[in-house]
């Protein structure tokens, strides 16, 4: 089980690259993350190329992502293939595929 706040804070801090405020313009979703090894419950909300986190959970967001902790970690430690473990059903996704292709550019 890893620590997962520095993770979801890589996807924050992601927001201060040019290229990814460029990419994420005009996209204002919230992104709840729900960690099933932990019960934790994270939102991120992007808004016009910047972001905020907060653990706390909406009744409807725009964009659900269910997984482990330790799945996450991989993704973003490059020790986990995003697309294998979104197959493999470790990571699920509720949302519209033209969000969840966003969602990718934070987590690669």
Request: hydrophobic residues 45%; aromatic residues 6%; charged residues 25%.
């Amino acid at each position: 089980m890893a620590d997962i706040k520095p993770y979801l804070q890589k996807m924050v801090d992601r927001f201060a690259d040019p290229g990814v405020q460029a990419a994420m313009k005009g996209f204002n979703k919230t992104l709840q993350f729900k960690f099933t090894d932990t019960n934790e419950t994270w939102l991120l909300r992007a808004a016009d190329g910047a972001a905020t986190l907060s653990q706390e959970s909406v009744e409807k967001p725009d964009v659900l992502v269910t997984m482990a902790t330790d799945i996450l970690a991989g993704v973003m430690d490059k020790k986990i293939n995003g697309t294998t473990a979104y197959l493999q059903r470790k990571i699920v996704v509720k949302g519209a595929m033209e969000d969840l292709m966003k969602l990718q550019k934070l987590m690669l």
